[in-house]
Every structure is written in structure tokens, then in C-alpha cells.
């Protein structure tokens, strides 16, 4: 039997985290393609991707913005890039799905579901702001709802999946988000094999202990048998942890400055720094990387030669 080879993905700046936090999340096109590049070079097999405006770092929907950077990438690695759908919760759904539609990626995320997604607490830690919207955007979601209907889903499914041939890391957030998969899987709208991200640690979902961890993937073996992969990212300083006890229990993992700002107990100078690093833990556990063609064959995906970019 061959070795388990493990999918490493890195998201490269997410919607999340504000420049203020860091001086090292890429902004700017040329940041956001040197960084992912970078990641791709230490192993990171896909590459999820958000984009900012240049001017102050904001999140945008803009594809005009995203396209300053998807050929790049593509030109420089063989990574699977792997869009968003999500963008903000700030964002409406056709702009979220405006740089997906134009690219016609390999890969998108797709949240599974309507949820609070609650960022407000990061103002607690004392800091100073470079520009105005970054502190309004964190107020903001204390009464903001990320909106993903049924309805939504299903738009994504029909317009990106079956209109562009795009498969999807499906990120569940709370086991209620695995029943919703498998709604659309027993409706014949997605198919195997799925690629299940869990995600844990964000404040209205479910929160980063091992305990849901083993919980998510119990739902998930019941629901969907062998058909399925599944990885995990974890919120901030949970990162680490939780994804090097998913590599172990036989997942994928998911590291970069969407998910956590920090290298161990220092700020990441890059995102190949979290990928150097849990390779490094892979390294430990007799874990090999999967390459990106060896990713795209556990995926199913329809190869970087089918791609709008």
C-alpha cells in the first residue's frame, strides 16, 4: 500500500486579519503573489487566495484586483489556486462570486452555511490602527451575519461547479454544516471526492478543541464513508495544534496568515514560514507532502491547463 500523502494548504492573507496586525500579511498584488509563490515553494500543494485593495488593505471582491495576481502565480508554480467565495461578510454574493466567475478556478472554498462570524473581539487587544475601516470592519460583524442560504449554496454549486467544472474545499464551521454537505450530496449537486475543511476557533462556530475535532470527523466518516477528504485550519494560536493533531488521525492540513499571524510564538515573517513549520511536524509524524499533481489526483480537479487566467 502507498504511503498517506498529505495536502498542505496555505491561505495567503484572507479577509480576516487587518494590516495594523502585522507588517507582514500581504496587501498588495506583488505582496499576495510573492507570498504565495513563496508557500508554494515550500510545499504547499494549494493555495487559497482573497484579495486586498492596494491602497490601504481593506478586503475586495474586485476581479480586476485579482487578476493583477492569479496569472502571475500560475505562471510561477504548479500549486492548485483555490479562490474564495467567501471574501467578507460584508460582501453580497454576486460580489463574492465575481473573481470566481471571471477566473474559473481549479478550486473555491464554500462556507456551508448562514453563521455569525464574530471578529469584534480582536479589539480588545490595545493597538495602533493604520487606516479607519480596520477597526469599523471588526465592530461591524458584532451585528453582521456571514449570509449563505440554501438558496446561495445552491447558486454556487450550479454557476461555479457545474457552469465552470470548479470542485470545493467545503468549509464547515459546526457539524450542522456536514448535514447541510450531505443534503446536497443526497441531491446530487456535489459528488466525491469531497474535500471537507473543518474549521475551528472562530467565534460562532464550533471551537478548537480535540474533542470536536474527533466529533467532526465521526459525523463525517457516517455521512460520507470513504468519499471524502477531510483537512483542518484552526483560529489563531490554535493553528498549529489542532492541524498537527488532524495530520495524525489521518487529514490535511491548512496553515497561513488567514488563519493565524504567528510562526510558534513570533509573527510569521511569511506564509512559507507556517509551511516550513508544519512540514517540519509531517516530517515528524513519517508524513509525506503531496505534490500538486498529486493533490489534483486525490481531488478529482480538472487541471491548471482549464483554467480563465
Avoid at 474559473?104 to 473581539?121: D, H, R, T, V
Avoid at 449563505?148 to 461555479?160: C, G, I, P, Q
Avoid at 474545499?169 to 454537505?181: P, Q
Avoid at 512559507?272 to 508524513?287: P, T
Amino acid at each position: 500500500m502507498a504511503p498517506r500523502k498529505v495536502i498542505i494548504t496555505c491561505a495567503v492573507t484572507g479577509s480576516v486579519h487587518t494590516p495594523s496586525m502585522s507588517p507582514h500579511l500581504p496587501v498588495t498584488p506583488d505582496q499576495i503573489a510573492e507570498d504565495a509563490i513563496a508557500a508554494a515553494e515550500a510545499g504547499a500543494s494549494i493555495l487559497h487566495l482573497h484579495a486586498r485593495d492596494p491602497s490601504d488593505g481593506r478586503p475586495t471582491a474586485d476581479p480586476d484586483v485579482f487578476m493583477q495576481f492569479l496569472p502571475r502565480i500560475k505562471q510561477a508554480t504548479s500549486a492548485v489556486i483555490n479562490i474564495t467565495t467567501g471574501g467578507s461578510s460584508l460582501m453580497t454574493l454576486d460580489q463574492r462570486l465575481a473573481a470566481p466567475l471571471r477566473a474559473e478556478p481549479e478550486m473555491c472554498s464554500l462556507n456551508m452555511g448562514s453563521m455569525n462570524f464574530a471578529l469584534f473581539p480582536m479589539l480588545d487587544r490595545p493597538r495602533e490602527w493604520q487606516h479607519e475601516w480596520e477597526p469599523k470592519l471588526l465592530e461591524a460583524t458584532r451585528d453582521t451575519i456571514f449570509k449563505n442560504t440554501f438558496a446561495d449554496m445552491e447558486t454556487v454549486l450550479e454557476r461555479l461547479g457545474k457552469g465552470c467544472g470548479t470542485r470545493f474545499e467545503f468549509e464547515c464551521y459546526d457539524v450542522g454544516h456536514l448535514y447541510s454537505l450531505a443534503h446536497f450530496r443526497d441531491r446530487g449537486l456535489v459528488s466525491g471526492p469531497l474535500f471537507i475543511q473543518f474549521v475551528f476557533g472562530i467565534l460562532g462556530g464550533i471551537g478548537a478543541d480535540p474533542d470536536n475535532l474527533v466529533h467532526m470527523k465521526r459525523i463525517a466518516d457516517k455521512l460520507f464513508g470513504d468519499s471524502y477528504q477531510f483537512s483542518v485550519l484552526a483560529a489563531g494560536r490554535h493553528q498549529m495544534p489542532m492541524i498537527s493533531i488532524a495530520a495524525a488521525m489521518g487529514g490535511n492540513v491548512r496553515v497561513g496568515l488567514e488563519d493565524s499571524l504567528y510562526d510558534g510564538r513570533q509573527l510569521a515573517k511569511s506564509n512559507a514560514d507556517q509551511v516550513r513549520r508544519v512540514r517540519s511536524v509531517l516530517d515528524g509524524l513519517s508524513l509525506d507532502v503531496a505534490t500538486p499533481t498529486e493533490a489534483r489526483e486525490m481531488l478529482a480537479l480538472k487541471g491548471g491547463d482549464r483554467v480563465a487566467f
